[in-house]
C-alpha cells in the first residue's frame, strides 16, 4: 500500500492534484475532517484537471477508505480504514508529499495537540491498551464471522480442550458435577468418581432404559438410575433421556462443536437471571415518553417474558422441576410521576414469576435521591446502587442469579460490579452508544462535560465491555459498521479524551465474544394489517381522533385532506430521533406534501412540559417549523405516548389507507419501531444509519434514507408514492416484502432460543478455560478506580484528584 501510494505521489501530474487536494483540505480551516468530507471534496475537485489524474489511483483508493483526517499545515494525518475492523495510521506532509505510517499513539496524540491547543498535561498520558490482554486467546479472523462468537467458541475451543482426551473429559466431568438447584444436586452425583467411570455409567444407564416406555417419566426410573450415579436434568421422558445420554456418548468418541453444541443445549445451566437497567422510568404503565424511557424498556420486558418461556420450556424438557426466575433491578424514584417507579417489587405482567425489583439511588450520605435524574447524570450511584442491589437480589431470588444481563452503559456498568463479586457469567447489552450519537464526542468531551459527562460513560463502556463474557448486538452493523461507516463497537478500538485518557487498545470487533442476536415484536400486539379477525376494531374512534381531531389539548395541527395516505413517524422527541429534520424535509417538498399527510407522534406539544432540556428545545424548535412552513392543514403532531395496542392499532390503520412509516433518526441502534411497523404492513423508510440499515432490504421490504440528506429522503418518499397512486402493485410489493423480512428474522422465540445457548456455551467455556482473565479484571479495575471513580465523585461535589 505504502509503496503504491509514494509511487503515485511521485507522478506528475498526480502530484499536481494531490498537492492541490491536500491544500484544499487545510483550506477549510478545520482541524478534524470526517470520511463525507474527504470524498466529497475529492469529487469535487476531480472534475477537473489537475486533480482528475487522480481518479482511478491509489490515491484515490486511499481517500474512499479513511474514514478521518487531523490536519495541521503542513501535515495532513489520516485514519484509515481498509476494511472492517482494521486500521491503519498515515501521515503526509503537504510540501514535500512525504509518506510514513505512524503508530495510533503518534496518531491520537496529533490529535490532542491539534484540538486541545497543546499538549498540557497530557505529556505523559494515562495510556490504556488492552490488546496484551488477548494475546494467546482465539481471535476471528474473517469479516464474516464478526457477531458469531458463540458459533466459534465452539469450533475452536472444543478442539482444543480435546487436543489432550484426559484433561479434556476430566473437565467436562467436573462440569457435570456442578450443578445443582435450590439444593437438589442435577446431572451427577457421588456414585460416579470420574470421567472414566461416567463413560461407563452411559453405556450402562442407555441399556437400561433401552427396555422401558419412552414416555416414561424420572419418577419411574430414578431409583435405578439414582445407583448407576444419575439425577435429575437428563430430560423429563426416557426418551429425552437416552437421547442425551446418547449425545454424550457420541462426544466422548468423536468430539466435535455441533454435537457439544446440542449436548450443552440440553444441561441445566440457567435457572435464575438478573438484568440490569437502572436509568429513567422503568416500569410497565404510563412511562413510555417520560425522559430516557423508549425503546429500552419494551425491549427488556418483551425480552423478559420471552426468556421466562424459553426457560421453562427447557427446565420442562430437561425433568427439573423448577420455576424459572428472572429478577429486572432497575432504580427506585420516590417521586414517580404517576408511575408505578416507587414501588419496590412489580410482577411482569404475561410471565409467571418474574418481576421488576427497584433500589433507590443514595447520596454519600445514605439519603435516598427522590427524584428523576438524567441518564447523563446517574454516575456518582451506581456503585452504592449496585451494593444496594446484590444484597436485595440474593434475598429476592434465594441465591446467586446464573445469569446478569446489564442494558445501557449504566447497567453494564452495574452487572460488571456484580459479577465480578458474585462469580456469573455476565452479558452485556448497549442498545446505544452515546459515542456514536453525538459527533467527535470523545475528542470534545471536555466542551460536553458539563451536559453529558462523557468521561465518565466512555470509561464505564470501556470497562465493561472489557469485563463482560458475551456481548449482545441486535445487527452486524452495531458492531462493526458497514464498508464506509464504522460501528458503535468498533468506534472503541482507538480514541482519545484528551487531558484524561489515551485508549489505543480499547474494542476488539475480532473478539469472539460478540453475539448477534435480533430481538422482535410481540406478535399479539403487532400483526399484519390483513389479519382482520385479529383488529382491534374498538380502538377506530380513539385512532379518529388521534389522526383526524381538532388540533385541541396536546396536539397540534388538523389535516385539510383527511383522506390522503398518511406517512407516520412515533419516536421520543430528542435532536438523535431527529423529528424536527423529518418534519423541515416536509416543509421543504412540494412532492411529498402533495403526495401524503404527515403525523408526528412524539413528545408534548408544551415546551414547558418537560423537564430535559433537549426535548424542550426539540419541542420549541417544532412549533418554529410548522410556523415557518405553514404545515397546520399537513402536519398531525400528537403529543402523547401510545400504549402498545393503540400504536399496533394505530399501525394497521395507517396500512389501511396505504400509508407508510418513516424513521430519520441520525443514528438508531436497533429500531424496534421499524420492525413493528414493517411487521404491520407499512412501507418503512428508516435511515440508514445503524441497525435499519441490516434489517431493511432497500427497495424490497423497505427503503433506507440519509438523514444527513433530507432533500433527497423527501425525494424518495414523494417517488414512492406517487408511483403507489398510479400503481397500487407498488405499495403492496414493498409492504408483503416487509412482513416477510420480520416473520424470517426478528422474533422473541428465535431470540430467547439463540440467548439461553449463548448462556450456556459461554458459561461452560468461562468455567473450563477460565475466562475471568484475572489480569484483565485487574487493568479494569485501575481503570474505574484511576478515571470513573474520581470523574463520578466530581460530579457528586467531590474532588476529582
Known amino acids: 500500500m505504502l509503496d503504491e501510494l509514494r509511487a503515485a505521489f511521485g507522478r506528475s501530474p498526480s502530484r499536481d492534484g ?49 474514514q478521518e483526517a487531523t490536519l495541521s499545515a503542513p501535515w495532513v494525518y ?46 505523559w498520558p494515562l495510556e490504556v491498551d488492552l490488546e496484551p490482554f488477548s494475546e494467546g486467546f482465539p481471535k476471528l479472523k474473517e469479516r464474516r464471522s464478526i457477531g458469531r462468537g458463540g458459533e466459534f467458541m465452539n469450533r475452536h475451543l472444543a478442539s482444543r480442550l480435546f487436543a489432550d482426551p484426559v484433561r479434556g473429559l476430566d473437565r467436562l466431568f467436573r462440569f457435570l458435577s456442578l450443578h445443582s438447584c435450590r439444593g437438589q444436586q442435577l446431572m451427577i452425583n457421588a456414585g460416579i468418581a470420574d470421567h472414566e467411570a461416567l463413560r461407563r455409567a452411559v453405556r450402562e444407564a442407555d441399556r437400561h432404559l433401552a427396555g422401558r416406555d ?45 454435537t457439544f453444541e446440542a449436548l450443552l443445549d440440553r444441561i ?37 417474558r420471552a426468556l421466562e418461556r424459553e426457560m421453562a420450556r427447557r427446565l420442562e424438557e430437561q425433568g427439573v422441576d423448577f420455576e424459572p426466575e428472572i429478577a429486572v433491578v432497575t432504580r427506585l424514584i420516590p417521586e414517580n410521576r404517576g408511575t408505578s417507579c416507587d414501588q419496590r417489587l412489580e410482577p411482569i405482567v404475561g410471565t409467571r414469576n418474574a418481576r421488576i425489583l427497584r433500589v433507590p439511588f443514595r447520596t454519600a450520605s445514605g439519603e435516598v435521591v427522590r427524584h428523576w435524574i438524567s441518564r447523563f447524570e446517574v454516575w456518582p450511584y451506581l456503585e452504592r446502587f449496585a451494593l444496594e442491589a446484590e444484597g436485595a437480589l440474593l434475598a429476592e431470588l434465594g441465591g446467586r442469579p446464573d445469569l446478569v444481563i446489564g442494558n445501557y452503559s449504566d447497567g453494564n456498568l452495574v452487572a460488571t460490579l456484580l459479577a465480578q463479586r458474585l462469580k456469573v457469567t455476565q452479558f452485556a447489552i448497549a442498545h446505544a452508544l452515546e459515542k456514536s450519537k453525538y459527533l467527535l464526542s470523545a475528542l470534545y468531551w471536555q466542551e460536553n462535560e458539563p451536559t453529558y459527562h462523557f468521561s465518565c460513560q466512555f470509561t464505564a463502556d470501556l470497562v465493561a465491555m472489557n469485563a463482560a463474557d458475551c456481548i449482545i448486538t441486535s445487527t452486524f452493523q452495531e458492531v462493526a459498521g458497514d464498508d464506509h461507516g464504522v460501528g458503535q463497537y468498533e468506534s472503541y478500538q482507538s480514541f482519545t479524551m484528551p487531558g484524561l485518557v489515551r485508549v489505543v487498545g480499547g474494542v476488539d470487533v475480532f ?31 380513539e385512532i379518529d381522533e388521534l389522526l ?23 419516536a421520543r422527541m430528542d435532536r ?128 433506507h434514507v440519509d438523514p444527513n440528506h433530507g432533500d433527497r429522503a423527501a425525494e424518495l418518499m414523494a417517488d414512492f408514492f406517487a408511483r403507489s397512486a398510479a400503481d397500487p402493485e407498488v405499495w403492496r410489493a414493498i409492504s408483503e416484502g416487509a412482513m416477510e423480512r420480520v416473520r424470517e428474522r426478528y422474533t422473541w422465540e428465535l431470540y430467547a432460543r439463540k440467548l439461553m445457548t449463548l448462556a ?14 484475572t489480569q484483565t479484571a485487574l487493568y479494569l479495575q485501575m481503570l474505574y478506580n484511576l478515571v470513573l471513580r474520581r470523574r463520578a465523585g466530581a460530579m457528586e461535589g467531590q474532588p476529582a484528584d
Open 511 to 541: 473478539d469472539p465474544r460478540f453475539n448477534v442476536v435480533s430481538p422482535g415484536v410481540d406478535p399479539g400486539v403487532y400483526f399484519p394489517f390483513t389479519d382482520g379477525e385479529r383488529r382491534l376494531r374498538g380502538l377506530q374512534p
Open 576 to 703: 438523535v430521533k431527529n423529528l424536527t429534520s423529518l418534519v423541515d424535509w416536509y416543509g421543504r417538498s412540494e412532492g411529498l406534501r402533495r403526495q401524503v399527510n404527515l403525523v408526528v407522534v412524539a413528545g408534548s406539544v408544551d415546551p414547558t412540559s418537560s423537564a430535559d432540556a433537549e426535548e424542550s428545545a426539540e419541542i420549541a424548535r417544532m412549533h418554529e417549523l410548522l410556523e415557518r412552513h405553514h404545515l397546520d392543514g399537513q402536519v398531525r403532531w400528537v403529543g402523547r405516548h401510545l400504549e402498545r395496542p393503540l400504536a399496533g392499532e394505530l399501525y394497521r390503520v395507517v396500512a389501511d389507507r396505504r400509508g407508510g412509516f418513516v424513521q430519520p433518526a441520525l443514528f438508531e441502534a436497533f429500531g424496534l419501531t421499524v420492525i413493528e411497523a414493517m411487521t404491520s404492513g407499512l412501507p418503512t423508510f428508516a435511515t440508514r444509519y445503524g441497525g435499519p440499515l441490516e434489517i431493511i432490504e432497500h427497495g424490497v421490504s423497505g427503503f
Open 548 to 570: 383526524f381531531g381538532d388540533g385541541l389539548g396536546d396536539a397540534r395541527g388538523v389535516l385539510g385532506e383527511p383522506d390522503r395516505p398518511i406517512l407516520l413517524s412515533i
Open 760 to 773: 450456556r456455551v459461554y458459561g461452560f467455556w468461562k468455567y473450563v478455560t477460565g475466562l475471568e482473565r
Open 268 to 304: 441445566p445451566m440457567v435457572f435464575r437471571i438478573a438484568i440490569f437497567s437502572p436509568h429513567g422510568y422503568f416500569g410497565q404503565n404510563r412511562v413510555m415518553g417520560l425522559p430516557d424511557t423508549g425503546g429500552q424498556v419494551v425491549y427488556i420486558l418483551d425480552q423478559v
Open 78 to 123: 489520516l485514519g484509515v480504514r481498509p476494511e472492517i475492523g482494521r486500521w491503519r495510521y498515515l501521515r503526509i506532509h503537504t510540501e514535500s508529499l512525504d509518506l510514513e505510517e505512524v503508530s495510533v499513539s503518534s496518531y491520537l496524540e496529533f490529535r490532542e495537540r491539534v484540538t486541545d491547543g497543546g499538549l498540557g498535561d497530557q505529556a
Open 214 to 258: 419412552p414416555e416414561a417419566g424420572w419418577s419411574e426410573v430414578a431409583e435405578s438410575l439414582r445407583v448407576m450415579g444419575f439425577e435429575p436434568g437428563w430430560g423429563s421422558t426416557v426418551g429425552r433421556m437416552r437421547e442425551t445420554l446418547q449425545l454424550l456418548q457420541s462426544f466422548l468418541e468423536a468430539p466435535d462443536p455441533g
Open 18 to 66: 494531490l498537492l492541490l487536494l491536500l491544500r484544499r483540505y487545510l483550506a477549510l480551516g478545520r482541524p478534524i475532517l470526517l470520511r463525507s468530507d474527504l470524498v466529497d471534496l475529492f469529487a469535487e475537485l476531480a472534475a477537473e484537471p489537475p486533480a482528475s489524474s487522480l481518479v482511478g489511483t491509489p490515491v484515490e483508493h486511499l481517500i474512499s477508505t479513511s
